[in-house]
Protein backbone atom coordinates (compact mmCIF):
# COMPACT_ATOMS: atom_id res chain seq x y z
CA UNK A 1 0.00 0.00 0.00
CA UNK A 2 1.51 3.42 -1.18
CA UNK A 3 1.28 6.06 1.43
CA UNK A 4 3.01 9.38 2.41
CA UNK A 5 2.71 10.40 5.54
CA UNK A 6 3.88 14.77 6.29
CA UNK A 7 5.07 15.70 9.62
CA UNK A 8 6.63 18.67 11.13
CA UNK A 9 3.85 20.85 10.78
CA UNK A 10 3.06 23.49 13.40
CA UNK A 11 2.84 27.37 14.83
CA UNK A 12 5.67 30.04 14.13
CA UNK A 13 6.32 33.34 14.38
CA UNK A 14 7.48 35.36 11.37
CA UNK A 15 10.87 34.83 10.43
CA UNK A 16 11.33 31.21 12.38
CA UNK A 17 11.68 28.24 10.51
CA UNK A 18 10.36 24.96 10.10
CA UNK A 19 11.47 21.60 8.61
CA UNK A 20 8.14 19.23 7.14
CA UNK A 21 9.29 15.66 6.48
CA UNK A 22 7.46 13.27 3.75
CA UNK A 23 7.81 9.54 4.65
CA UNK A 24 6.97 7.49 2.26
CA UNK A 25 6.32 4.15 2.54
CA UNK A 26 5.02 1.00 0.16
CA UNK A 27 7.40 2.00 -2.77
CA UNK A 28 10.79 3.30 -3.17
CA UNK A 29 10.49 7.33 -2.96
CA UNK A 30 13.38 8.38 -5.19
CA UNK A 31 12.12 6.79 -8.02
CA UNK A 32 9.47 9.25 -8.21
CA UNK A 33 9.41 12.92 -8.30
CA UNK A 34 8.40 14.44 -5.24
CA UNK A 35 6.60 17.66 -5.22
CA UNK A 36 5.84 20.15 -2.29
CA UNK A 37 1.95 22.13 -2.25
CA UNK A 38 -0.04 24.07 0.06
CA UNK A 39 -3.26 25.52 0.15
CA UNK A 40 -4.53 28.78 2.54
CA UNK A 41 -8.24 28.94 3.09
CA UNK A 42 -10.51 30.22 -0.13
CA UNK A 43 -7.34 29.57 -2.66
CA UNK A 44 -6.31 27.15 -4.59
CA UNK A 45 -2.90 24.57 -4.79
CA UNK A 46 -0.34 25.96 -4.79
CA UNK A 47 3.31 24.29 -5.72
CA UNK A 48 5.53 25.39 -3.46
CA UNK A 49 8.89 23.34 -4.51
CA UNK A 50 9.80 19.65 -6.53
CA UNK A 51 12.45 17.65 -6.75
CA UNK A 52 13.23 15.66 -9.88
CA UNK A 53 13.63 12.02 -9.74
CA UNK A 54 15.52 11.81 -13.07
CA UNK A 55 18.70 14.11 -11.78
CA UNK A 56 17.87 15.76 -8.69
CA UNK A 57 16.95 18.94 -9.56
CA UNK A 58 14.90 21.31 -7.69
CA UNK A 59 12.49 23.63 -8.56
CA UNK A 60 10.83 26.58 -6.50
CA UNK A 61 7.86 29.02 -6.60
CA UNK A 62 9.21 32.50 -6.37
CA UNK A 63 7.51 33.26 -3.25
CA UNK A 64 9.91 31.05 -2.09
CA UNK A 65 12.74 31.20 -4.18
CA UNK A 66 16.13 31.46 -1.06
CA UNK A 67 13.82 30.49 1.76
CA UNK A 68 12.60 26.76 1.30
CA UNK A 69 15.35 24.31 0.37
CA UNK A 70 13.56 20.59 -0.82
CA UNK A 71 16.00 17.49 -0.08
CA UNK A 72 15.83 13.32 -0.30
CA UNK A 73 17.36 11.41 1.86
CA UNK A 74 17.05 8.28 0.23
CA UNK A 75 17.86 5.54 2.77
CA UNK A 76 15.29 6.73 4.71
CA UNK A 77 12.89 7.29 1.90
CA UNK A 78 11.95 10.71 3.28
CA UNK A 79 11.97 13.74 1.44
CA UNK A 80 11.73 17.46 3.99
CA UNK A 81 11.25 21.05 3.08
CA UNK A 82 13.07 22.97 5.27
CA UNK A 83 11.52 26.39 5.56
CA UNK A 84 13.06 29.36 6.65
CA UNK A 85 12.04 32.90 7.26
CA UNK A 86 8.34 32.08 7.65
CA UNK A 87 6.03 34.74 7.10
CA UNK A 88 1.79 34.70 6.89
CA UNK A 89 1.38 33.98 3.65
CA UNK A 90 3.40 30.87 4.10
CA UNK A 91 0.18 30.19 6.34
CA UNK A 92 -1.69 26.85 4.80
CA UNK A 93 -2.14 23.05 4.92
CA UNK A 94 1.21 21.81 2.91
CA UNK A 95 0.95 18.43 1.57
CA UNK A 96 3.69 16.12 -0.11
CA UNK A 97 2.70 13.95 -3.36
CA UNK A 98 4.62 11.91 -5.70
CA UNK A 99 4.27 11.41 -9.29
CA UNK A 100 6.02 9.37 -11.97
CA UNK A 101 6.61 10.91 -15.44
CA UNK A 102 6.03 14.06 -14.00
CA UNK A 103 6.77 17.24 -16.82
CA UNK A 104 5.11 20.03 -14.78
CA UNK A 105 5.93 20.49 -11.31
CA UNK A 106 4.19 22.39 -9.86
CA UNK A 107 0.41 20.89 -11.45
CA UNK A 108 -1.04 18.68 -9.07
CA UNK A 109 -2.34 16.52 -11.79
CA UNK A 110 1.03 15.62 -12.33
CA UNK A 111 1.08 13.86 -9.31
CA UNK A 112 -0.39 9.76 -8.21
CA UNK A 113 -0.02 10.01 -4.92
CA UNK A 114 -0.92 12.29 -1.78
CA UNK A 115 -0.35 12.62 1.47
CA UNK A 116 -2.95 13.79 4.13
CA UNK A 117 -1.50 17.32 4.75
CA UNK A 118 0.32 18.96 7.58
CA UNK A 119 -0.63 22.56 9.16
CA UNK A 120 1.52 25.50 8.98
CA UNK A 121 0.62 28.79 10.89
CA UNK A 122 2.66 31.71 10.72
CA UNK A 123 1.78 34.06 12.78
CA UNK A 124 2.53 36.39 15.89
Known amino acids: QVQLVESGGGLVQPGGSLRLSCAGS????????IGWFRQAPGKEREGVSAISSKDGSTYYADSVRARFTISRDNAKNTAYLQMNSLKPEDTGVYYCAAGNDVLWMFRPNQYNYWGQGTQVTVSS
Open 26 to 33: GFTLNYYT
